[in-house]
């Protein structure tokens, strides 16, 4: 039998060639969302399919089980490194997800993921539905027949939800919704009657967004030889390579601080991958380098983006460089309300914190429905616009602001809404436990240095890679089990500050000069 550590190196050899192939895999999805021209599409889906099969064949083949196997049997006659042990395991659980699937099913998800995406622009640029239905029938299909394969104990759902949340049940999952179902309509209806300051319509030109963007990043550490932003229909953060990380924004017309927030929520992003374990037997190709789930990641952008970007002592900083470009504020206040306008609307990337929940509450229901209860696509956008109306109290008027407005579903990613708001659960408890060890983050925020922020999840939750699941990455860090009492709180605490502002100015207009 080869020595262990021959073993070990033969492993994580094959495990490295497969991440480059993983690599060269996203760096064509970077492409294609950001430059590649619509007529690609067809080629692309080609390229794309041929790496997924041969990914697939990789990481599945005799050989590969042969190497895990005697890494395995060395694992058990040797010292017992806990980190090895944690790698095998989560090896041997994607192996055997991998051996489960038929290498047709994988090239034809492959097929219809990319003319998904190109079917999904097309029809949100035309704003019809119908010109996506078809193809988001055939993920739909494909999905329900990954999971049959799979034949994991959990639901169709449950079982696609997996790779972003592992060990997630929807009665688990229930359990921290059903607060939030009754809690955050009851905020909305409140913060409807907040007085809300007198404000004309407003914009900025695209250059002085995108050097705003460029000063955000460049106050929060951005290393520009690692890092490069572009723009894509839909915000995102990538990873390329060990020193290859890669984010998008976009511009929104009459949306002057969206490029900015989305600037800042994929940086938190980027952030996370660049913070997870670089020790030479992780890094990248093995589990214990890969973030824990999408709820932590989320969590990430969310602290970012929410608890530094939107609070008052941020814009206390920055509002004059937005007046210097021609937002029409005044002082902090002004610049402070306009980030948390807390009303609803249409758009999710575009949702204060109080209403985003809602929005991904009605998401989840209907991908649920359409997996396991029955939902037909032809449906999709009369059931969006019901529970619009029934849950924020709006209603879109076409298509492009209603249920075309996402990215996911083009891509067969069912199971990955649910971990928005995880993440909005799990940043408000890291906050927390971070307030009492450190300091809250406004505090720091208002000192101007934003460094302590990120060291101190650098060292408790960036570290912990797939070596824990969400919930026990909560529970280590905070030394409570998840739930919704600190973002609930937090929100309640920031809406009352928001509407003693509100009134304060109002009081101040009816006074006049």
């Not at 042990?85 to 994607?94: A, I, K, P, T």
Request: aromatic share 8%; with cysteine.
């Amino acid at each position: 039998m080869a020595s262990a550590a021959t073993v070990w190196g033969q492993l994580g050899a094959h495990l490295r060639e497969t991440q480059l192939l993983g690599s060269i895999q996203s760096t064509l999805y970077w492409d294609q969302n950001t430059r590649m021209p619509s007529g690609g599409a067809s080629w692309r889906g080609e390229q794309l399919t041929l790496l997924a099969t041969q990914l697939h064949a990789r990481q599945s083949a005799a050989a590969y089980a042969d190497l895990l196997a005697a890494a395995r049997q060395h694992w058990n006659t040797g010292e017992r490194c806990p980190e090895q042990g944690r790698n095998l395991d989560l090896l041997e659980q994607d192996l055997q997800r991998q051996q489960s699937l038929d290498p047709a099913l994988v090239a034809a998800l492959a097929k219809a993921k990319a003319n998904g995406y190109n079917r999904w622009q097309q029809a949100r640029s035309a704003s019809d539905f119908s010109l996506f239905a078809p193809a988001l029938q055939t993920l739909i299909n494909l999905r329900q027949e990954q999971a049959k394969q799979l034949d994991e104990p959990r639901s169709c759902w449950e079982t696609l939800a997996q790779p972003f949340e592992p060990d997630l049940r929807l009665e688990r999952l229930e359990a921290l919704f059903a607060p939030l179902r009754q809690r955050l309509p009851q905020l909305v209806a409140q913060a409807s009657t907040r007085p809300r300051p007198r404000s004309a319509d407003w914009d900025l030109d695209e250059s002085s967004q995108q050097d705003l963007c460029d000063q955000l990043l460049g106050a929060w550490g951005r290393n520009p030889a690692i890092t490069c932003m572009a723009r894509s229909p839909h915000p995102f953060s990538i990873t390329l390579g060990p020193a290859d990380y890669r984010i998008t924004t976009r511009v929104v017309p009459g949306q002057p601080l969206s490029c900015f927030l989305a600037t800042a929520h994929e940086w938190g992003h980027s952030l996370y991958e660049q913070g997870l374990p670089d020790q030479s037997h992780q890094w990248f190709a093995w589990p214990l380098g890969q973030a824990t789930s999408m709820a932590v990641h989320e969590s990430q952008s969310l602290f970012w983006e929410n608890r530094v970007a939107r609070s008052r002592p941020f814009a206390e900083q920055w509002w004059k460089r937005f007046a210097q470009v021609g937002a029409p504020f005044s002082g902090a206040q002004d610049m402070w309300q306009a980030m948390n306008p807390m009303a609803p609307g249409l758009n999710r990337v575009e949702a204060d914190e109080l209403s985003y929940g809602l929005h991904i509450l009605i998401r989840t229901d209907l991908e649920i429905a359409l997996l396991e209860e029955g939902l037909e696509v032809k449906d999709l956008p009369d059931e969006w616009n019901q529970r619009y109306q029934q849950l924020l109290g709006v209603r879109p008027m076409n298509d492009a602001e209603g249920c075309l407005q996402d990215v996911h579903w083009s891509e067969g990613l069912f199971g990955y809404f649910p971990s928005y708001l995880l993440g909005h659960l799990i940043s408000a408890q890291l906050s927390e436990a971070m307030a009492e060890a450190i300091g809250s983050p406004e505090e720091h925020v208002e000192r101007g240095d934003v460094t302590p922020l990120l060291a101190w999840l650098r060292e408790h939750v960036h570290p912990l890679g797939r070596g824990v699941n969400a919930d026990q990455l909560v529970e280590r860090v905070t030394g409570r089990p998840l739930s919704t009492d600190a973002f609930l709180g937090y929100l309640e605490n920031k809406l009352d500050r928001l509407q003693l502002v509100s009134s304060r100015l109002q009081l101040d207009e009816l006074r006049g000069p």
